[in-house]
């Protein structure tokens, strides 16, 4: 009975929710999963469908608090987000005319990190510049404004990808709206020579990128290794060559790609299998067309 009853206030509660708008899972951050709740019953927007125009209006603008790429510290700074252009835009003074910095929602990615940016609002968003990753932390002390704000990107982001995939349908986009990394953590890592010390660094695992930064918090990384598939000669291993020397962390993790090997070293067994279950499940993966040409930018990389 009660099953059933749950399964009428979803029927009633949630029969306009818009294909792009995130549903948070028990394993989300508490503020997407407050926020979701309060969205269907307090605020009902998914039986008024003209309450959804924050997020659904193809254009937002306003104040969020973004992190110095410098200094490290949060200043209140105008975004502006168009469909119509394609874009997020930042704005370093209220009455500047030309944005900081202009994000292609072609390429733009954004996930909820409240203990990274040690805000429970706080929204890491990404996007490639050059072809390499440029993160941007925000966020809004109104956590209401901060997921409008994340389903208005994912908005866009969706109305993007039905022009530019046709003949796809809803249930194929979505799952290319937004992504939460496959892991994160620190390890350790040499250079190309391998005969450098080994230095930690701050791991994060975008799909197929590995990027790996000084502090989690770095505006840009110091390196991406791009890890394709086995049958593109990528291969993972769960120990480093017997004459490596110089790690502190006695866990090792050898990357080998077509061009060189990556040695990594973790500090417990533990993180040791996560980061190689992280890897395999990309190495197993076949890889799609449009990743062998982001495979090829890496190849060319200066």
């Known amino acids: 009975m009660a099953s059933h009853g749950n399964d009428v206030a979803r029927a009633t509660y949630e029969s306009q929710v818009p294909s792009f708008h995130y549903r948070p899972t028990f394993s989300d951050c508490h503020l997407l999963r407050e926020q979701w709740i309060r969205a269907k019953y307090e605020r009902q927007e998914f039986t008024n469908p003209e309450r959804q125009e924050p997020y659904s209006a193809g254009y937002r603008e306003g104040f969020l608090w973004k992190r110095g790429r410098d200094n490290g510290q949060f200043l209140s700074r105008k975004f502006v987000l168009t469909e119509r252009e394609g874009a997020l835009k930042y704005f370093n003074r209220n009455d500047a ?173 533990s993180e040791q299998r996560a980061w190689l279950d992280a890897f395999r499940k990309v190495v197993d993966r076949p890889m799609l067309p449009q990743e062998y040409a982001v495979e090829a930018h890496f190849k060319h990389k200066p």
């Open 97 to 269: 005319k030309e944005p900081k910095a202009i994000m292609k929602i072609e390429h733009l990615n954004a996930t909820f990190q409240p203990a990274k940016i040690g805000h429970p609002h706080g929204l890491q968003v990404t996007y490639l510049r050059d072809n390499s990753t440029r993160n941007v932390f925000v966020y809004h002390e109104d956590g209401k404004e901060m997921v409008h704000w994340f389903n208005a990107l994912r908005a866009a982001r969706f109305h993007y990808l039905q022009v530019a995939f046709p003949g796809a349908c809803d249930a194929d986009l979505v799952p290319k709206l937004t992504r939460n990394y496959l892991k994160e953590g620190y390890m350790e890592k040499t250079g190309p020579k391998q005969t450098e010390g080994f230095r930690k660094r701050w791991f994060t695992m975008d799909d197929r990128r590995l990027m790996y930064f000084k502090d989690p918090l770095d505006a840009f990384a110091r390196g991406e290794v791009f890890i394709g598939s086995r049958e593109s000669g990528y291969t993972v291993l769960d120990r480093l060559p017997p004459s490596t020397q110089g790690h502190h962390w006695p866990h090792g993790i050898t990357i080998v790609t077509p061009e060189r090997r990556f040695l990594l070293a973790c500090e417990t067994e």
